[in-house]
């Protein structure tokens, strides 16, 4: 780690996501956005220019040719193993985009290389960063909610992002991850032990993904969670919707996130409902929760204190989506193996 308090940073993957973690980076006082990465050449450079910082097509020229002392990746899912594996190798701190992999597997390689390469790693679980979800963590962990009892967690968005995606990744793994970690995370130190999912697709057909899915989730203490993801809501309603009710044996705990009390009208578009808690934009930047989770990044690895962000749980959540996953397959309720 360089000494002169500005942690030296590159962003792999210049797509959706990619694109908010360099703004981000580039207003922080203590980083620095040295360079900017993406397989697709046209997309590194147009950011770059945006964010005057250097641009590569190639990880491993990067981290040989920059100083850096940490990277993020924003690549899709897909290949968060294959970018982690060089930026770990060349002993770069990683914040990494949620979920930390596609599977169990690929998460626990994850966790090995950074372990074998003694660097820190954080995955962007940006409900870490929501008042909402994080008072109820800590609610709970006083025990003012008692003994928790049961747990429903429901996201929904437009099928705009389906359409967007193309069935390159599931529900599960973009939006879902949230809640499956959240729920981790209100039922500690419980472990879920079971899990059972259905799902429905109409809809989204044409787009390659499923409409909804409900899962229930058993852990080792009796608690009993549902988790629903839909995104199928008509293009131009509500961008998104979530709540979550947390019943314990001496309390409960309500979280609604619909009307994020602002719409636009307009004679000639359909009326904007614009985000305005994780990433909105005005002043011409991102705001909101992500950056609060990419400044925790910075002062932390720069500091040394430990992250907000549990690796383990991210894991755990991987390997709960993959029941999950295992229990569609099959129909019938999954034991989750360790
Ligand atoms: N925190 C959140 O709520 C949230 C929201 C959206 C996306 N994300 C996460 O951000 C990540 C990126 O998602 P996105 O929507 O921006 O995807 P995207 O498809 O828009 O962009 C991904 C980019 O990565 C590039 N890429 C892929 N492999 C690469 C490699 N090996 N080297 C260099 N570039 C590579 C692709 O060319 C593409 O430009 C995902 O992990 C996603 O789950 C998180």
């Not at 979800?133 to 992002?161: H, P, W």
């Not at 293009?235 to 619909?258: P, Q």
């Not at 029941?323 to 034991?335: H, I, Q, R």
Request: hydrophobic share 40%; glycine share 8%; aromatic share 8%.
């Amino acid at each position: 780690m360089n000494n002169s308090g500005v942690l030296r940073m590159a962003v792999v993957g210049c797509g959706y996501f990619g694109e908010k973690h360099a703004d981000i980076i580039g207003q922080l006082s203590n980083a620095e956005l040295v360079a900017v990465c993406d397989k697709n050449w046209e997309a590194a450079k147009r950011l770059a220019q945006r964010t005057s910082c250097k641009a590569y097509e190639d990880i491993e020229e990067m981290l040989a040719k920059e100083q850096l002392d940490a990277v993020s990746i924003a690549v899709s899912e897909t290949f968060h193993l294959d970018a982690v594996r060089p930026v770990a190798k060349a002993g770069k701190h990683i914040l990494l985009e949620k979920p930390i992999a596609r599977n169990t597997e690929e998460a626990l390689e994850i966790v090995r290389l950074a372990e074998e390469n003694q660097i820190r790693l954080m995955v962007g679980h940006v409900l870490k960063w929501d008042g909402r979800y994080q008072y109820t963590a800590e609610a709970i962990a006083r025990g003012d909610l008692g003994e928790v009892i049961s747990m429903y967690l429901k996201r929904s968005s437009t099928n705009g992002t389906v359409k967007r995606l193309h069935g390159k990744i599931s529900m599960f793994h973009y939006m879902g991850v949230h809640d499956f970690e959240a729920m981790l995370t209100f039922a500690e130190p419980a472990r879920p032990v079971k899990a059972y999912a259905q799902w429905v697709g109409k809809k989204n057909v044409p787009y390659n993904g499923k409409d909804t899915v409900f899962n229930t989730i058993t852990f080792d203490n009796g608690i009993v969670a549902c988790i629903q993801l839909c995104w199928a809501l008509p293009e131009g309603s509500l961008d998104f919707v979530a709540c979550a009710e947390v019943v314990g044996t001496k309390g409960a705990s309500y979280i609604d996130v619909k009307d994020q009390g602002l719409s636009i009208y307009r004679e000639e578009a359909p009326v904007e409902y614009p985000e305005l808690t994780y990433w909105p934009e005005y002043y011409g930047h991102v705001h909101g929760k992500l950056r609060e989770e990419i400044s925790h990044f910075v002062k932390n690895t720069l500091s040394g204190e430990p992250y907000a962000v549990s690796t383990e749980r991210a894991v755990e959540a991987v390997r709960t989506i993959d029941a999950c996953f295992e229990s569609l397959k099959t129909g019938m309720p999954v034991t989750i193996e360790r």
